[in-house]
């Protein structure tokens, strides 16, 4: 049981300075909470709209790595191996900046 006062049955705060200041922010806290709410309620909103697209955008996407993989990798390889045979440069041997012409 909390101490009391003598003759009162109102505790007594251990920390009224801290008390008060803990008070203060909590006070901001919910002022701020309230001035962005209804910006949190639309972006829930749009959040709701979203992850729907977001699902069918992954789905979309392990189909496309389902047919190119990992085949298309494979090919890349051999253009870059022709195209090096063929007098080009690979591109880890390329230039970083293109040449001008003088």
Known sequence: ???TRKGTEKPV??????RKIFDKLQN?????????????????ALLERIQPLEA???EVNKAIAKIERPKLSEIDMGISGLA?????KSM???PETVPTEE
Request: charged residues 50%.
């Open 13 to 18: 705060e251990k920390h009224p300075k801290l």
């Open 84 to 88: 090096k045979a063929m007098g080009g």
């Open 92 to 94: 880890s041997t390329a």
């Open 28 to 44: 901001d806290k919910k002022a701020l909470l309230k001035k962005s709410e209804p910006l949190r309620k639309k972006r829930d």
């Open 1 to 3: 049981m909390p101490k």
């Open 56 to 58: 069918e955008l992954r």
